[in-house]
């Protein structure tokens, strides 16, 4: 058997094991996160008024799980709304 092969029968072996448990692989997808305009008040020193914590004004480095990038995507505009000032940079997959 040569290493492609050997690869494929690891995988099948793998993913048919994590089947038959019930565990299911769902990769993370790292994202940056930060409100703008919470930024924006701190940097010019007004109050935070926004109702979000102080820590917005950074970057926040989170890992979200999803099937795909897509979903993650979906995900991330839903928790983290650019209507409410949030800032979305997607990390390395």
Known sequence: ????GLAQAVR???FSHTRSCGVMLVPKF???VHNSLVRKAL???QPN???FQDKWADNNYLFLEARTREDAKREA???YPKEKGFVIEWGED
Do not use: Q
């Open 49 to 51: 008024d926004t109702g």
């Open 77 to 79: 505009d839903r928790r």
């Open 1 to 4: 058997m040569d290493i492609l």
């Open 43 to 45: 940097d010019k020193m």
């Open 12 to 14: 099948a072996l793998f």
């Open 30 to 32: 790292e994202i940056i």
